[in-house]
């Protein structure tokens, strides 16, 4: 559970960044 959360947090986060860098990291965190 603890981890879904997280995956939503970041998602905002680098939806704020919105940046290939954030993409990329976000691909890492979601898989």
Do not use: D, E
């Not at 603890?2 to 860098?21: G, M, Q």
């Amino acid at each position: 559970m603890t981890l879904y959360l997280s995956a939503f947090a970041s998602s905002l986060y680098f939806v704020r960044i919105s940046t290939n860098k954030g993409s990329v990291l976000k691909k890492v965190v979601v898989f």
